[in-house]
T-cell receptor, first 115, second 112 residues
Framework: AQSVTQLDSQVPVFEEAPVELRCNYS??????LFWYVQYPNQGLQLLLK??????LVESINGFEAEFNKSQTSFHLRKPSVHISDTAEYFC?????????????FGAGTRLTVKP | ETGVTQSPTHLIKTRGQQVTLRCSSQ?????VSWYQQALGQGPQFIFQ???????GRGNFPPRFSGLQFPNYSSELNVNALELDDSALYLC???????????FGPGTRLTVL
């Protein structure tokens, strides 16, 4: 079964600085990757996903992630963060294209944006 | 369109008791998954229901059981509560088994 490693448990950054949250997954024939965001005292919200096609995927609020098969990575980036981006970010993987019941999450990265 | 809702928001139980958590899936979604998120951890898959049938189960003991109703809402039941069951329980629904999951806000369970 797939597994996910989020390499940083906490990432502090100043407002308007760029940020990268790292995610690596274990290798498989096919893989489907997701980033979810969790704001304090809330459930998870889907940020973006890679299912197939272009390896660069974007969210509506300026985040992007690149699927890199050779590096088995799916790092999340934003060129300029805002205070409102402060949250917990989870990378997740699913390796069954016909069933989503095996989704596995990383331990999360807490992004703290400071003024 | 109403999103995924869960009730109650918070719950406090004592060891050995039983608890039932509820989830209403997003309109039109026939698949519901339940996850346990311990403090400081990512969510862990408990089980999934598709059209009222269990469709996969994670590494959780049988005292974790579930149900899905004809309107596709769902319940998670936990018997003989243990201290380690304290966690945020998340419900996620999807249009079908192959679609993206959308999460509810969760139920925070504290076992004393």
């Amino acid at each position: 079964a797939q597994s996910v490693t989020q390499l940083d448990s906490q990432v502090p950054v100043f407002e308007e600085a760029p940020v990268e949250l790292r995610c690596n997954y274990s290798s498989s024939v096919s893989v489907y990757l997701f980033w979810y965001v969790q704001y304090p005292n809330q459930g998870l919200q889907l940020l973006l996903k890679y299912l197939s096609g272009s390896t660069l995927v974007e969210s509506i609020n300026g985040f992007e992630a690149e699927f890199n098969k050779s590096q088995t990575s799916f790092h999340l980036r934003k060129p300029s963060v805002h205070i409102s981006d402060t949250a917990e970010y989870f990378c997740a993987v699913s390796d069954l294209p016909f069933n989503n019941n095996d989704m596995r999450f990383g331990a999360g990265t807490r992004l703290t944006v400071k003024p | 369109e109403t999103g995924v809702t869960q009730s109650p928001t918070h719950l406090i139980k004592t060891r050995g008791q039983q608890v039932t958590l509820r989830c209403s899936s997003q309109s039109g979604h026939n698949t519901v998954s339940w996850y346990q998120q311990a403090l400081g951890q990512g969510p862990q898959f408990i089980f999934q229901y598709y059209r009222e049938e269990e469709n996969g189960r994670g590494n959780f003991p049988p005292r974790f059981s579930g149900l899905q109703f004809p309107n596709y809402s769902s319940e998670l039941n936990v018997n003989a509560l243990e201290l380690d069951d304290s966690a945020l329980y998340l419900c996620a629904s999807s249009l079908t088994r192959t679609d993206t999951q959308y999460f509810g806000p969760g139920t925070r369970l504290t076992v004393l």
